[in-house]
C-alpha cells in the first residue's frame, strides 16, 4: 500500500517524531547509571566517539532505506536487495515489535508513576526500603496489566489518527515539554546543597577507566540502545520524509539530539543524587546507589526518585515527584508511538488499511504483553533477549547496505540528493567498523552471561535463551519469506511522494 498523502509538514516536524523515537526511558535511567558504574566524565569520550562510529551511520543507513523504498523494514530491505533477503527486514521488525510488547509495560509503569505522584500517593515513601516495597506490590498486583492497557490504547490512537494529525502532532507537544522539564529539573538539582560534589563526579575525568574496555563497551552499547539506530524506527518514520529533505543533517540532529537530553538527565538526576542520598539514606555512597540496576534494571526511577525528591521542602518534592514522572511518561509513550506504527506499517504495506492495522497491532500489542504484566520474571527474560536482539537488527541492516553496495546507495541514494555530502570513508565505516562493532558488543554480552548452562534456552539471561529464541523467529521467517516479500515489497525502488 503506497504511504501518499501521509508526509510529515516539515523537516522539523520529522525531526521532532525522531527525537521522539530516540529519546526514551533509557536516557533517563540508564545512561546516569552507566556513567556512575564506568566512573564519571572519561566516558564521555567513547560515547561520543561511537555516536559517530556506530549510531549516526546507522541513522543514515535507516533514513536513506526508508525514503528510496517508501516501505516499512520488511518492504524496504525486499526492495533494496531482492524479495528473497525480505526475512532480513521480518527479524528486524520483529525485534522492535516485541520490544514494543513490554515496553509498553514499562510505559505503563511510569503513567501508573505519574497518577500516583499526582495523587499524593509516592508522599509516604520516604526510604529506599520504601521505595522498593511499593514498587514490589504494583509490579505483584493486577495494576500493570491495566496501565499496559492504557498505554499500548493511548498509544494506538495516535498512530490511528496518521502521521500529520497524530504522531507529527503528538511529538510537537511532547518533545518541547520534555526538554522544559529536563532543564527545569536540572535547574533545581544544580541549586541543592551538595550539588557540586554530584557536578564534580560527573565532569571531572578518571583517565584510568579508558584503559578498561569494559568502559568502551558500555559507551558502544548505550549508544546503541539509546538513539534508537538500528531498530528499524527511523526507517519507518522515513518513509514519510520528503525527499528534498538531507538524509546526513537530520541523522546528526537525531543522534546529536538524543546525546543531548541523557546529558540533560543526568545534569537532574546526579546532582539530585548527591545532594539528597546522605539525606534519606545515611551512610550510603552516592555513588554506588546510583549504580544499582533496580528492578527490572530501573535504577533509581522507581526505587530511590520517590524517597529523595520526598526530602525537598513540603510542597516542592511533590511539584518535582510529579515532573520527573511526567517526563518519564513523556519519554515513554513517544517511543513507543513509533514502535506501534512500525508493526502498522508493516501491515500497511501488506495492503491493510491504518484502521485496521492499528486495531491489530493494539491488540497483539496488548495480548502479547500480558506476561510482561504480570511476571518479572518473563518481562527480564524479553528485555534481555530483544534487547540485544537489536544487535542484530542493526547488523542485518548493515549487511543489507553492503548486499545493495554502500559506495551505490552512498552516491545514488545519498548524495545524489539535497544536503550534505557523505565520502568514501563512509564506505569502510559501514562494510568494515560496523561489523567489528557488533562483533565486539555480541561477544561482550554474551561472554557476561556464559555460565555453564549457556546452552539452557529457558535460562533467564543467557547466550542459549537469546540464539533459542532468534533462530525461532529467524525459521519462521524464512519458512513465510515468499510471502511476506510477495505481499510486502510491491513496486519500483524510488517509487516515492515528495521527488518532486
Known amino acids: 500500500m503506497k504511504s501518499k498523502g501521509e508526509l510529515f509538514t516539515s523537516r522539523w516536524a520529522l525531526i521532532l517524531a525522531a527525537l521522539g523515537m530516540a529519546v526514551g526511558t533509557g536516557n533517563i535511567w540508564r545512561f546516569p547509571r552507566i556513567i556512575a558504574k564506568v566512573g564519571g566524565g572519561a566516558f564521555f569520550i567513547p560515547w561520543l566517539l561511537f555516536l559517530f562510529l556506530w549510531s549516526i551511520p546507522l541513522l543514515i543507513l535507516e533514513f536513506t532505506m526508508g525514503r528510496a523504498a517508501r516501505r516499512g523494514c520488511v518492504g524496504a530491505v525486499g526492495r533494496l536487495i531482492g524479495e528473497r533477503f525480505a526475512w532480513l527486514g521480518g527479524f528486524v521488525a520483529l525485534c522492535s515489535t ?115 574496555y569494559r568502559t568502551w563497551l558500555e559507551a558502544l552499547t548505550q549508544s546503541a540502545w539509546s538513539t534508537g539506530a538500528g531498530w528499524g524506527l527511523i526507517l519507518t518514520y522515513a518513509v514519510y520524509m520528503n525527499k528534498r529533505q538531507g538524509i546526513v543533517l537530520n541523522s546528526l540532529i537525531t543522534g546529536l539530539g538524543n546525546n543531548s537530553a541523557s546529558l540533560l538527565a543526568a545534569l537532574m538526576i546526579i546532582p539530585t543524587a548527591f545532594a539528597l542520598i546522605p539525606v534519606a539514606m545515611p551512610g550510603a555512597e552516592p555513588v554506588e546507589v546510583i549504580r544499582q540496576p533496580g528492578p527490572a534494571s530501573t535504577g533509581l526511577s522507581f526505587v530511590y526518585i520517590p524517597a529523595l525528591f520526598n526530602q525537598m521542602q513540603p510542597g516542592l518534592g511533590w511539584a518535582f515527584t510529579v515532573l520527573f514522572f511526567l517526563a518519564l511518561s513523556m519519554a515513554a509513550i513517544s517511543s513507543l508511538i513509533a514502535m506501534v ?69 552512498r552516491t545514488t541514494l545519498i548524495n545524489s540528493g539535497p544536503g550534505l555530502r557523505l565520502g568514501r570513508w563512509f564506505n569502510a565505516l559501514i562494510a568494515v567498523v560496523l ?52 505481499r510486502s515489497v510491491g513496486g519500483r525502488l524510488l517509487e516515492d511522494p515528495g521527488e518532486g
Open 341 to 409: 506504527e512500525l508493526a502498522a506499517r508493516i501491515l500497511m504495506d501488506a495492503g491493510i488499511g491504518r484502521p485496521r492495522a492499528i486495531l491489530a497491532v493494539g491488540s497483539a500489542g496488548f495480548l502479547f504483553g500480558v506476561p510482561s504484566a504480570l511476571s518479572m520474571s518473563f518481562f527480564e527474560n524479553q528485555d534481555w533477549v530483544w534487547g540485544v536482539g537489536l544487535m542484530v537488527s542493526g547488523f542485518f541492516l548493515t549487511l543489507t547496505a553492503i548486499r545493495f553496495g554502500v559506495d551505490r546507495l
Open 98 to 212: 516485541a520490544i514494543m510488547f513490554y515496553y509498553s509495560v514499562v510505559a505503563g509503569w511510569c503513567l501508573k508513576y505519574l497518577f500516583a505522584g499526582l495523587g499524593g500517593a509516592l508522599g509516604s515513601i520516604g526510604t529506599a526500603g520504601a521505595g522498593l516495597d511499593y514498587f514490589r506490590g504494583f509490579t505483584s498486583s493486577w495494576e500493570p496489566l491495566l496501565f499496559h492497557a492504557l498505554a499500548i490504547g493511548l498509544c494506538g490512537l495516535i498512530v490511528w489518527r496518521g502521521v500529520a494529525g497524530g504522531i507529527e502532532r503528538a511529538n510537537k507537544i511532547i518533545i518541547p515539554s520534555l526538554l522544559a522539564i529536563l532543564l527545569l529539573g536540572m535547574a533545581r538539582a544544580l541549586t541543592l546543597p551538595g550539588a557540586v560534589d554530584g557536578l564534580a563526579f560527573l565532569f571531572t575525568p578518571r583517565w584510568e577507566t579508558l584503559a578498561d
Open 435 to 486: 561489523p567489528l562493532e557488533f562483533l565486539a558488543m555480541i561477544a561482550w554480552w554474551f561472554a557476561q552471561t556464559a555460565g555453564p548452562d549457556w546452552w539452557n534456552p529457558l535460562s533467564m539471561a543467557n547466550p542459549g535463551t537469546c540464539l533459542f529464541q532468534w533462530a525461532v523467529a529467524i525459521i519462521f521467517l524464512l519458512a513465510i519469506n515468499r510471502r511476506l516479500a510477495r
